[in-house]
């Protein structure tokens, strides 16, 4: 019996040394946020042209963002020049198909009337004319016809010839419109506002790893400016593929704070990433995104983008 209990004291005592306290780096983090990203714009790359301060407080509706926009200015005035250019040939094309339609119907009015005449004439009783006057009037007769039918031929093909050319000269405006409309929603786009109140906070430029700023030149699409929303905050935290199999959802942790000096509070893990990518300036190791919720009540004021250290006790 003694020896039994001697041989648990010393198991435990094996399982006790063996456990080891996993640290992970990490930072408070918005669950919900709105993320500025670089605009549509005429070239891949925009420069900031005005930024508001990091740290300062903005309402709903505030600017927070503004772009160069003189390149898009420039082809605005082009476009509105061109659209004007376009409208004013369509109507001068609009006048000349108007008046070649109106030659088409007169020349069938004088066709119509020619044909009554010959109609007339040739009504005239044979034995009131000569042979050769009364067949030079049926031949006018058949002549006439025959130009009238041209003359209606001729005026359906000007319908239909004035029908396309209008249609074509309203495609041509809409296409201008359409071109100036899209310019202008990017010009419209140069200046970003905040769709809530919060505090705006710099984001790191995906290559340089440092923060963007006013001046800088991004790629369009690229982060460059975020209004986290401090109502649900929880902590993101980065575990090393090394270490994977030490970490598991549902896992109780410690979280202290750099700022914040002997706070420390309790979470849980939430989520644990699937595909682990190398973070710049971090070594060749990749790394795995950790979602962790608070557990305790946030008793202190904590700002998304602070730092914090997890710890994770009793890992094997």
């Known amino acids: 019996m003694r020896y039994l209990v001697t041989s648990l004291l010393l198991s435990l005592c094996v399982v006790t040394a063996n456990a080891e306290t996993l640290m992970l780096?990490?930072?408070?983090?918005?669950?919900?946020?709105?993320?500025?990203?670089?605009?549509?714009?005429?070239?891949?790359?925009?420069?900031?042209?005005?930024?508001?301060e990091e740290g300062e407080k903005v309402k709903e509706g505030d600017p927070v963002v503004q772009y160069d926009t003189a390149s898009i200015a420039a082809s605005l005035e082009q476009l509105e020049a061109s659209l004007r250019k376009v409208e004013a040939e369509s109507r001068r094309n609009d006048l000349v198909q108007d008046l070649s339609l109106l030659e088409a119907k007169n020349t069938l009015q004088v066709a119509d009337l020619m044909l009554?005449?010959?109609?007339?004439?040739?009504?005239?009783?044979?034995?009131?004319?000569?042979?050769?006057?009364?067949?030079?009037?049926?031949?006018?007769?058949?002549?006439?016809?025959?130009?009238?039918?041209?003359?209606?031929?001729?005026?359906?093909?000007k319908q239909q010839d004035v029908a396309a050319e209008k249609q074509r000269n309203q495609v041509e405006i809409a296409g201008?419109?359409?071109?100036?409309?899209?310019?202008?929603?990017?010009?419209?786009?140069?200046?970003?506002?905040?769709?809530?109140?919060?505090?705006?906070?710099?984001?790191?430029?995906?290559?340089?790893?440092?923060?963007?700023?006013?001046?800088?030149?991004?790629?369009?699409?690229?982060?460059?400016?975020?209004?986290?929303?401090?109502?649900q905050l929880q902590v993101k935290a980065w575990l090393n593929e090394v270490d994977v199999a030490r970490l598991h959802e549902g896992q109780r942790v410690s979280i202290a704070f750099d700022a914040r000096p002997g706070v420390s509070l309790g979470g849980v893990v939430e989520r644990i990433g699937r595909q682990a990518e190398p973070k710049q300036h971090w070594g060749d190791s990749a790394y795995l995104n950790v979602d962790i919720q608070f557990s305790d009540p946030l008793q202190v004021d904590l700002l998304p983008g602070m730092s914090v250290r997890i710890a994770v006790e009793g890992v094997q």
């Open 25 to 52: 780096s990490g930072e408070v983090a918005a669950e919900n946020s709105q993320v500025f990203v670089a605009p549509e714009a005429e070239s891949w790359m925009v420069q900031i042209a005005w930024m508001i």
């Open 116 to 157: 009554q005449k010959a109609q007339l004439d040739a009504n005239i009783p044979r034995e009131l004319l000569s042979q050769l006057q009364y067949e030079q009037y049926q031949l006018a007769l058949t002549r006439a016809q025959n130009a009238k039918q041209e003359a209606e031929k001729a005026l359906q093909v």
């Open 176 to 231: 201008a419109e359409n071109e100036l409309e899209r310019v202008q929603v990017m010009l419209d786009s140069m200046t970003q506002h905040a769709d809530r109140a919060g505090t705006a906070m710099y984001v790191e430029h995906p290559w340089t790893r440092q923060k963007v700023r006013e001046g800088d030149s991004v790629q369009r699409g690229f982060s460059v400016l975020e209004i986290p929303s401090t109502d």
